[in-house]
């Protein structure tokens, strides 16, 4: 029955969504583009992201490894957030429904050890990285 009423509460927040997006009207010209501040925002944030690839590449003293470290930074920074999501799904899972059902409560118990371990490696493989590139290579 709850997944039932649950179902249907996301159907109805899904269609009101659509709904709202066809409500909105996106008549934009050419010129209110370019003249925006939205667009000299993109500007600025592809700049800064050339310069920083540009001083991974210098540090690194080759395009290949300054891009791999680029990624891995990248990498880094994006896993967090995307992992501690991941862990308070597998908590929920094992805390909260899996009271009642156990094969949902070692289903949450492994989200939560595969999260934490992907937490590590994304954590740990730049550092690795760049002790290996520097220390080889000199």
């Given at each position: 029955m709850l997944k039932k009423v649950s179902m249907i509460a996301i159907i109805f927040v899904i269609l009101i969504g659509i709904m709202h997006i066809y409500t909105i009207s996106y008549a934009v010209t050419g010129e209110e583009v370019l003249n925006s501040t939205q667009a000299t925002e993109l500007v600025n944030i592809k700049e800064s992201a050339k310069s920083s690839l540009s001083e991974y590449i210098e540090k690194y003293g080759s395009t290949p490894y300054g891009v791999a470290?680029?990624?891995?930074?990248?990498?880094?920074?994006?896993?967090?957030?995307?992992?501690?999501?991941?862990?308070?799904?597998?908590?929920?899972?094992?805390?909260?429904?899996?009271?009642?059902?156990?094969?949902?409560?070692?289903?949450?118990?492994?989200?939560?050890?595969?999260?934490?371990?992907?937490?590590?490696?994304?954590?740990?493989?730049?550092?690795?990285?760049?002790?290996?590139?520097?220390?080889?290579?000199?």
């Open positions: 470290a680029y990624i891995l930074n990248g990498v880094r920074i994006y896993s967090i957030p995307l992992c501690f999501v991941g862990i308070a799904i597998g908590s929920v899972y094992q805390y909260v429904i899996g009271i009642r059902k156990l094969d949902v409560r070692d289903r949450g118990f492994m989200l939560i050890i595969t999260f934490v371990t992907i937490l590590l490696i994304c954590q740990v493989l730049p550092l690795i990285f760049a002790v290996v590139v520097n220390g080889w290579r000199g």
